[in-house]
């Protein structure tokens, strides 16, 4: 026998052993048996599940996005929207406009927009270090620019953050930029916790933890000169506003007044009690907007988160 047929034979009759042997595992491991232990396995085994639909597993309760809070504000674009550059004095003291606009992804200016806090847009900017923070609200123009009158007070880098609802989603939106200017930078970086600010002979104190496994409650107490400030003014849709950011990139987190819209020329106090939840452990800059014989002022905080138990 030559060769070629030597191997032909060996190649036969390799053959002939697989298709015994799958024959006697069919007999001694029954197709049923397989399916029972796979549905058994998934049952006992819910990633093994997600895996197989081709989904993701949940994450556990120490680490994922989607065991923590929602954060926003450190891009430029969300759902489809973009926030165009922002036009803007490059230095100190220069008087002239802040303005922007935003667009669909077919690059159309977006004009339509729900009002939420008895605003349509929302303009915060602050430096990345936490100074200088402005909670302002722009006009728009038909075309969609939003604009407002800017000097800045001091030089370095900004982050301007933009909050609001389009119509077309209904679904809350914040995007960001960075602005630079020019100038000396004297950095004012929160060095310590501080629960306590006086602005103008008001002095407004933070109690409550601020943690990242639900919803924390904080409450701000507002008094004059130690006497309970009972004539608090509604502003923005409540007896005060608040903005927390974290400190290192400035991420925003959605603050929750509660109670019940107020009534216009009612009025309230001492206290105003907000609820929000931080998306990590870390440092948090919070600033409290409040109105007084209307008159809008400004306290500002520092917390640090707690992490999960």
């Known amino acids: 026998m030559n060769a070629p047929q030597r191997l032909s034979v060996y190649g036969a009759g390799l053959v002939a052993l697989f298709v015994a042997a799958f024959t006697v595992a069919g007999l001694v491991v029954p197709k049923a048996a397989v399916a029972a232990w796979s549905t058994t396995a998934e049952a006992d085994d819910p990633a093994a599940m997600d895996m197989e639909m081709g ?23 969300q759902d489809g929207l973009l926030l165009n550059p922002v036009s803007a004095p490059d230095r100190v003291g220069e ?35 936490g100074a200088g923070f402005r909670h302002v609200h722009p006009k728009m123009s038909a075309d969609g620019v939003w ?5 800045w007070d001091a030089a370095g880098s900004y982050r301007v953050l933009t909050d609001f609802v389009p119509e077309a989603t209904g679904e809350n939106v914040t995007l960001s930029r960075t602005v630079d200017v020019g100038g000396r930078v004297s950095p004012e970086p929160p060095t310590v916790v501080s629960t306590s600010d006086t602005v103008d002979g008001y002095t ?10 639900g919803d924390s409650m904080l409450t701000v107490k507002v008094t004059e000169d130690g006497e309970p400030v009972t004539t608090l003014e509604p502003y923005l849709g409540a007896y005060g506003h608040l903005v927390a950011l974290r400190d290192g990139d400035l991420a925003y987190l959605h603050v929750h007044p509660e109670g019940d819209e107020p009534a216009p020329g009612s009025v309230s106090g001492p206290e105003i009690g907000f609820m929000t939840e931080a998306p990590t452990p870390g440092r948090y800059l919070l600033y409290l907007d409040f109105k007084v014989d209307g008159v809008v002022r400004t306290a500002h905080f520092v917390l640090d988160a707690t992490g999960r138990e």
């Open 95 to 129: 008087d002239g406009t802040l303005s922007f606009s935003i667009t669909s992804s077919g690059g159309d200016a977006v004009t339509a927009f729900e009002t939420e806090h008895d605003k349509e847009l929302h303009l915060i900017v602050v430096r990345t270090d």
């Open 55 to 77: 989904a993701a597993p949940d994450a556990g309760p120490h680490g994922g996005e989607s065991a923590a809070a929602p954060v926003r504000g450190l891009a430029l674009e």
């Open 204 to 213: 407004a104190t933070l109690t409550g933890d601020l943690g990242t496994s």
């Open 147 to 151: 604009s407002i009158p800017w000097t």
